[in-house]
């Protein structure tokens, strides 16, 4: 029996698929001790295993390695980054969601890239428009044409080393990225609904996905409204990139930047140097964490 590292790319019925570099999927079950022990392994764990078969790739599962971070929703572990992906037309981008998607990511202190997809459907001023917005967000900010190969080489090599989480409503070109860069998941892309101009939702559960050596995609439901995290609205601000470098400059040092005189964040809205959606949406999810606070 071989020893060996790998990680987890999906579990159902207590079986895990752990991809092996070098060998390929293994199909596991879970050793007593983890269950022992309470330790449940999650999507993208990095475990070790013991071969039990290698030419039917079956093994157990031994060891679960200290994880990095890991997320609730998708319940992952070892994340990178996470990409975002909006269409800039049908679906029209929903700002506000996007923003809720950027705080979470905050909160748990990881790297976010906003792929706006669909380029071929809005004009140059449109895609500026958009770039303005997130450009201080303290995301990387791409655009893209997911149908049309020559114009992912950007995309693709933002993910090249990293364990991603592709997330984003239905409809925006997710599963086509996801095809892009793994063919042979051949995620079920669906079809626009012509009657709700939302996409149907064709990816059901979260997985991992071995697109080439260290590189990994997480492919999630498509979503179309997310909860505020769990933190009081004075600390709203702290997650929101852009409001950084005037904060010292603000009369009051624990200044929320709504109501308050000598403001330096509005002043810098005002100017244009910090873009009015990302601050009226601040307004809108300021007052929704004070409203929830009050029950």
């Known amino acids: 029996m071989e020893?060996?590292?790998?990680?987890?790319?999906?579990?159902?019925?207590?079986?895990?698929?752990?991809?092996?570099?070098?060998?390929?999927?293994?199909?596991?079950?879970?050793?007593?001790?983890?269950?022992y022990n309470d330790i449940k392994p999650l999507i993208g764990d990095n475990v070790k295993l013991t071969v039990l078969d290698e030419k039917e790739r079956t093994g157990n599962l031994t060891e679960v390695l200290p994880r990095r971070n890991a997320l609730i929703r998708p319940a992952v572990a070892?994340?990178?980054?996470?990409?975002?992906?909006?269409?800039?037309?049908e679906p029209?981008?929903?700002?506000?969601?996007?923003?809720r998607f950027l705080l979470l990511m905050a909160k748990e202190n990881l790297p976010v890239v906003i792929c706006f997809n669909k380029t071929d459907q809005a004009g140059?001023?449109?895609?500026?428009?958009?770039?303005?917005?997130?450009?201080?967000?303290?995301?990387?900010?791409?655009?893209?044409?997911?149908?049309?190969?020559?114009?992912?080489?950007?995309?693709?090599a933002e993910l090249l080393g990293k364990t991603t989480v592709l997330a984003g409503p239905s409809g925006v070109g997710k599963s086509t990225i996801m095809n892009f860069a793994q063919p042979e998941a051949a995620m079920e892309t669906g079809e626009l609904s012509e009657k709700i101009r939302r996409g149907k939702n064709t990816t059901r559960h979260?997985?991992?996905n071995y697109v080439t050596r260290e590189t990994y995609l997480c492919d999630t439901p498509g979503f179309s409204?997310?909860?505020?995290?769990?933190?009081e609205p004075e600390e709203l601000r702290l997650l929101y990139?852009?409001?950084?470098?005037?904060?010292?400059?603000?009369?009051?040092?624990?200044?929320?930047?709504?109501?308050?005189?000598?403001?330096a964040v509005k002043e810098a809205v005002e100017k244009g140097d910090i873009a009015?959606?990302?601050?009226?949406?601040?307004l809108l999810l300021y007052e929704e964490l004070a409203a929830r606070r009050k029950w």
């Open 3 to 35: 020893e060996c590292i790998g990680k987890i790319m999906k579990g159902v019925g207590g079986l895990y698929e752990v991809y092996v570099e070098d060998l390929g999927p293994v199909t596991c079950r879970a050793k007593g001790i983890l269950r």
């Open 78 to 89: 070892n994340v990178d980054q996470a990409m975002v992906v909006f269409a800039v037309k």
């Open 92 to 99: 029209e981008p929903h700002l506000n969601l996007l923003d």
């Open 124 to 156: 140059g001023d449109e895609l500026s428009h958009f770039r303005k917005i997130y450009e201080k967000s303290g995301a990387k900010v791409l655009f893209a044409q997911a149908n049309n190969p020559d114009t992912m080489d950007e995309v693709y």
């Open 206 to 208: 979260a997985q991992l």
């Open 225 to 231: 409204s997310l909860f505020l995290p769990e933190i």
């Open 241 to 263: 990139n852009e409001f950084k470098p005037y904060e010292e400059q603000c009369r009051f040092p624990d200044c929320v930047h709504r109501k308050e005189p000598g403001c």
């Open 276 to 282: 009015k959606e990302r601050y009226e949406n601040y």
